[in-house]
């Protein structure tokens, strides 16, 4: 397409950067967030490409176990757990111990339901409220819940990603096969001994994924399912600017060096 120069004030130099690709919404990283924007911008009808550095994609949120924090949600509300905006924010400024940004935390405790509700209606990313698991400081922080604002996702079939399936990460500490509520039955992290392993082997061969890697598995089908571009071996190296706005992104790739505009 021919660059749009509109947004330049007027008597102002035009850009003189030669670009090889364009896209609408770049998204640098492929983890939890970068996978969300990316998803979220493809329902606002743009055209997205999601950069990785690395071979693999779904970065350290394949690592982790994946519980999404998020007070007031329409699953805990569907559960009969009573929450509410107000307890939100009194538990997370009992976290912050008044060194929170107090607009950053109104942000989350506004908008996290929001975006919960989004991925798992429209997104179909198959959240679920974890029960028996209270908040870090229940009772005694301000606000704290005994359940309701821990999720996570059900676990997610590696082999519906197709050939993108050697490209999901997997964790190297052990907990890529198991449910939190699986975890807690056998025994916990520290009673690896115990873990029911006939359950671990039957999901490694059929490469069922749980905790981070089910969420970051299922935030990539939902992209691929969107026709996002995902890049793997891309590394962004520069923002490009000009007259103060970015404009688009220097990346390095096994093909060498390019400019992306969006």
Not at 98 to 120: I, Q, Y
Not at 165 to 193: C, D, I, K, N
Request: charged share 25%.
């Amino acid at each position: 397409r021919p660059l749009d120069r509109s947004f330049l004030p007027a008597g102002r130099l035009q850009m003189t950067q030669q670009w090889d690709d364009d896209t609408d919404l770049i998204c640098v990283g492929s983890g939890l967030g970068g996978l969300a924007a990316a998803v979220a911008g493809a329902e606002a009808g743009l055209r997205v490409t999601v950069l990785e550095k690395s071979e693999r994609v779904g970065g350290t949120t394949t690592w982790s176990y994946g519980i999404v924090w998020v007070g007031a949600s329409h699953l805990a509300h569907a559960r009969g757990i009573e929450d509410s905006a107000e307890e939100t924010r009194a538990y997370l400024d009992y976290l912050g111990g008044g060194k929170n940004d107090p607009e950053v935390t109104a942000s989350f405790v506004e908008h996290a339901p929001k975006a919960l509700h989004f991925f798992e209606q429209v997104a179909r990313v198959p959240f679920y409220v974890v029960d028996a698991l209270p908040d870090h400081y229940y009772p005694l922080g301000d606000g704290s819940k005994p359940r309701g604002r821990n999720h996570q996702v059900r676990p997610f079939a590696a082999g519906s990603l197709g050939p993108w399936q050697s490209r999901l990460e997997l964790t190297p500490y052990g907990h890529g096969r198991v449910t939190f509520e699986e975890m807690a039955q056998w025994g916990g992290r520290a009673g690896y001994r115990q873990w029911d392993h006939a359950v671990i082997a039957e999901r490694e061969a059929r490469d069922i994924r749980t905790f981070g890697g089910a969420l970051a598995g299922h935030f990539l089908k939902a992209a691929l399912d969107r026709g996002i571009s995902i890049r793997p071996e891309t590394r962004v190296c520069r923002l490009i600017v000009e007259n103060g706005r970015v404009v688009g992104v220097e990346v390095e790739a096994p093909g060498g060096t390019a400019a992306i505009r969006a």
